[in-house]
């Protein structure tokens, strides 16, 4: 005679958010737990946001295109709810054309959705001295992208940062630990109400 016993199902672990990023993303220059990222990971902890992993997939001098080749694996092995996408300031450094850009964040924005995923897109701004045809290019590509696929923007990762010398590193690219939680609540203003409205578990 068979024997069948009804076990309690075990409460599904909630998926993680997944940061695909450069170096601000990636703690250049200071140690990983002194990162807006790790910061995060402490904020979410401590708050009511329905994740509680953060996968920070970010890498130092990364474009868009090297996000774009390395999405697929991170979505398939870390299945996010929630993915924050901060790329474009090493194409813009390096004068990429800003419809390869918006092209390659378009695919990340679509491959992410495709999954069932949401998104949060991040811009980014470059120094003044790269003009400001490029610039207000770079700015309304961010705009236009976070319109079309119906994302949370958050408008500059730096905000109230970049142009205080005091909390930046020396070349004047990247944040000093100091200024990290500025950073983080550039994200979190626009982050915490994305991720209240993620459906629940």
């Given at each position: 005679m068979?024997?069948?016993?009804?076990?309690p199902?075990a409460?599904?672990?909630?998926?993680p958010l997944?940061?695909?990023?450069d170096s601000?993303?990636?703690?250049?220059?200071l140690?990983?737990?002194?990162?807006?990222?790790a910061?995060?990971?402490?904020?979410?902890?401590?708050s009511?946001?329905?994740i509680?992993?953060i996968?920070?997939?970010s890498?130092?001098?990364e474009t868009s295109?090297?996000?774009l080749a390395?999405l697929?694996?991170?979505?398939?092995e870390?299945k996010p709810a929630?993915v924050?996408?901060?790329?474009?300031?090493?194409?813009?450094l390096r004068?990429?054309?800003l419809?390869?850009l918006?092209?390659?964040?378009?695919?990340?924005?679509?491959?992410?959705?495709?999954?069932?995923?949401?998104a949060?897109?991040v811009?980014i701004?470059?120094?003044i001295?790269?003009?400001?045809?490029?610039?207000?290019?770079l700015?309304?590509?961010?705009?236009?992208?976070?319109h079309?696929?119906?994302v949370p923007?958050?408008p500059?990762?730096l905000?109230?940062?970049a142009?205080?010398?005091a909390l930046?590193q020396?070349?004047g690219?990247?944040?000093k630990?100091a200024?990290e939680p500025?950073?983080?609540?550039?994200?979190?203003?626009?982050?915490?109400?994305?991720?209240?409205a993620?459906?629940?578990a």
């Open positions: 068979l024997l069948f016993v009804s076990l199902l409460a599904a672990e909630p998926r997944l940061v695909l990023g601000l993303s990636a703690a250049y220059g140690a990983p737990q002194e990162g807006w990222v910061l995060l990971a402490e904020r979410v902890q401590s009511n946001a329905p509680r992993k996968v920070n997939a890498i130092s001098g295109a090297g996000g390395r697929p694996a991170l979505l398939a870390h929630l924050v996408i901060e790329l474009g300031a090493n194409d813009g004068g990429l054309p419809a390869q918006r092209d390659n964040l378009a695919k990340i924005l679509a491959a992410t959705r495709a999954t069932g995923a949401h949060v897109l811009g701004e470059l120094p001295n790269y003009g400001p045809q490029y610039r207000d290019g700015r309304e590509l961010y705009r236009g992208l976070a079309e696929f119906n923007l958050v500059f990762l905000e109230g940062v142009l205080d010398p930046m020396d070349d690219l990247h944040p630990a200024a500025r950073v983080l609540e550039n994200v979190w203003k626009v982050l915490e109400p994305a991720l209240k993620l459906p629940k």
